[in-house]
């Protein structure tokens, strides 16, 4: 099971920029799956995470508002929709499938993991 993260890239403070995580291989079932983040000189640290059904939903408290997780189980692919971006925000953003259905923030959970893609907010 392979995911790969893309969409990053550079973006003006206030301005949106939209995620996306495609899987690939075996099917993920009915598991969770979620984005993280880490700056550098920071820990890893959660920001959104969605059920397989996009009945559940949890957010950062920092991202809350502002981004809005989603996927597409036909086409095997989750996103992160980012709005109203800062230039705390900048990091290099990880998708990662959980080791069941349970929507945790816990990083403990997730054990298939993307590659990063670097996002850079400018102020």
């Known amino acids: 099971v392979q995911l790969q993260a893309s969409g990053g890239g550079l973006v003006q403070a206030g301005g949106s920029l939209r995620l996306g995580c495609a899987a690939s291989?075996?099917?993920?079932?009915?598991?969770?799956m979620g984005w993280f983040r880490q700056a550098p000189e920071k820990e890893r640290e959660f920001v959104a995470a969605?059920?397989?059904?996009?009945?559940?939903?949890r957010y950062a408290d920092s991202v809350k508002g502002r981004f809005t997780i989603s996927r597409d189980n036909a086409k095997n692919t989750m996103y992160l929709q980012m709005n109203s971006v800062k230039p705390e925000d900048t990091a290099v953003y990880y998708c990662?499938?959980?080791?069941?259905?349970?929507?945790?923030?816990?990083?403990?959970?997730?054990?298939?993991w993307g590659q990063g893609t670097q996002v850079t907010v400018s102020s």
């Open positions: 969605i059920s397989w059904s996009g009945g559940i939903r």
């Open positions: 291989g075996r099917t993920f079932g009915t598991r969770a």
């Open positions: 990662a499938a959980a080791n069941s259905e349970v929507v945790s923030t816990r990083i403990s959970v997730y054990d298939y």
